[in-house]
C-alpha cells in the first residue's frame, strides 16, 4: 500500500496538471490569492515552502472537497473549521522532511532521468511524440520556466527513490510464521464494559435534596452551565423518518419511469418496491429508509418536500441534482424547545447524583457482582438489559486474538491479555479500576496450529512487509518533525 509519500506522481506533478487543466479557483470566497508573490508560508531547516507552492497545493485540496460536496463553493469558515489549511502545510511540511533526508542519504537524480520522466508524460505529446513547444507553451502558461518544473520532477523522482527504500525493507517468514501463530491463537470471551460515572443516573437522590439545592443561589450559574451543555437535548429541531425511491438521470427517460413507478406504490409496499427499483445503492438494502433527519441533511429540493408533506404521505416525483426521488414520509416529530425553568429539577438531580460518590461507589460495587453472577451464569439478556439503562458495552461471544490483544475497542494490556490467554473457560476476569466494570468470561480456546499454508503466507509476508515499512517511515517523519527548526508565517495562509 502506497502512502502519502509513496504516490509520487500525486504532488509535485500532479499539482502542476491540477494548474494546466484547472482554468480558476472553482471555490466561493477565495479569490484573493496572488500567486506572483515569492514569500515564503514556511521554512523547513532553511528550505522554502513558497507562497506559490502552498496556494497550489490548498487549490488541489478544496478542489477535492468541492467535489465531494456536489460542487458547492467552500466558504473561508469551512476552511478553518475542517482544519484544511492547516492540513496542507503540514502535507508540505513532510514533504520537505522527506526531501531533506533523501538529501542527507545521498540520493542523486541525474538530468537523463528528469529529462526521461518529463518525455514520458501524455501532457507534452504529440502524436505519441514529446512535443518541445507544447511543453514551453504549457510552462509559460501557468507561470513556469522550464528549470522550475524540472527541479519538481527531480524532487519527485528523489522521493520515488526513498519510497523504494522503504519498500525494500523485508521481514523474514520466520517472524511472519510466529506472526501467525499469534493470530491463530483464539480465545472467544463475553463480558461488559461500564464507566462509574454511567451509573450516576441511578443513584437515589430525593424532592428535598432537589429542593434544597435550587434554594441556594450559588447553584444558579451551575444550572444554567448544565442548560448550555445539554441545550441539543432540550431544544431538539422538527425531524421527518422518510424513505425514499432514486431514479438517476433528469432526462424525460427518467422522468418516466419515476412517474410509472409512483403509479404503484403505497405505504405497504414501498420498503419492498424502493429494493428493486431504486438506483441508490443503499436503499437497495435498506428499502430507501432515511431514518429521522433535520433540516439542512439532505439537498434543499428534496428536504422542501419531505417537511410539508404529513405523516402516511408520498411525494410527487421530485428533481434535485442525483436524479428523481419518490418520497414516503413515515413518521414526523415536531421541534421541542424546554426552557431552563421547565428542566431545572432534572439538572439538579444530575449535578446531585454526581456528588454522591460513596453511593455511587456502592452501587458501583453492587452493579459488578450483580453483572458477574448474570455472566457466571451465562444469563447475557441480563447483562444486556442494563447495558443499555447505563450505554455499556456488551461483548459476545467475541474474538480476541494474542497478535492483536483488544476486545471491545480496547487494547488489552500484556497482563491482561496474558490472563485471558491462561485461564480455563468459565474464567470471569475483573479488569476494572475504580472508575470503570470491565468483566470478561472465557468461553473457548482455539488453536488452529501452527501449519500455515504457501498462498497464506505470502499474502501475509506482503502485509507484513507494508506494515513494516508504513511504522519505520511514521517513526522517521515524527523523528525528524522533532529534529526539524520549523519556522511558519501564518499570516500569508
Known sequence: MKNAFASKMSYFILTFIFLIITASFLFSNFTSFSLGTSSNVATVDGTPISLKEYQTALTRQVEFFNQMMGGQGMTQKQLE?????????????????????????GFVVSLDEVKNEIKSMPYFKTNNQFDVALYRNMLQGNGYVPTQFEEL???????????????????????????????????????IKLSRQALAPMVTVSEQEIKDYLAKPENQKSLETAYTENFSKYNKPEEVKARHILIQGEDAKALDKIKAIKAK????NFADIAKKE??????????????????????????TVAFKMNKGEISEPVKTQFGYHIIMVEDKKAAETKSLDS????????????????????LLKSTSDSLEAALNKGDMAEVEALAKKVDGTVFKNTEVNQYDQSLAQTTLAPAEADKIFKAAPGTILNFGNPGTIFLVKVVSKDSKGAEVPAEKLKAEVASQNQLFSRKVREELIKTMNNKAKVVTNPSLM
Open 265 to 268: 406504490v403505497n405505504t405497504k
Open 81 to 105: 473549521e475542517m482544519g484544511i489549511k492547516q492540513s496542507v502545510l503540514n502535507g508540505l511540511i513532510q514533504q520537505k522532511l522527506i526531501l531533506n533526508t533523501a538529501d542527507q542519504m
Open 153 to 191: 520532477v527531480a524532487n519527485d523522482l528523489k522521493q520515488k527513490k526513498v519510497d523504494e527504500l522503504f519498500n525494500s525493507t523485508l521481514v523474514s517468514e520466520n517472524f511472519v510464521q510466529d506472526v501467525m501463530k499469534f493470530k491463530n491463537n483464539i480465545v472467544t470471551v463475553q463480558g
Open 278 to 303: 431504486t438506483e441508490d445503492p443503499t436503499g437497495k438494502a435498506n428499502g430507501g429508509d432515511l431514518g429521522w433527519f433535520a433540516a439542512g441533511r439532505m439537498v434543499p429540493e428534496f428536504e
Open 343 to 362: 428542566v431545572k429539577n432534572e439538572l439538579a438531580q444530575m449535578a446531585l447524583q454526581k456528588t454522591k460518590g460513596s453511593d455511587l461507589d456502592k
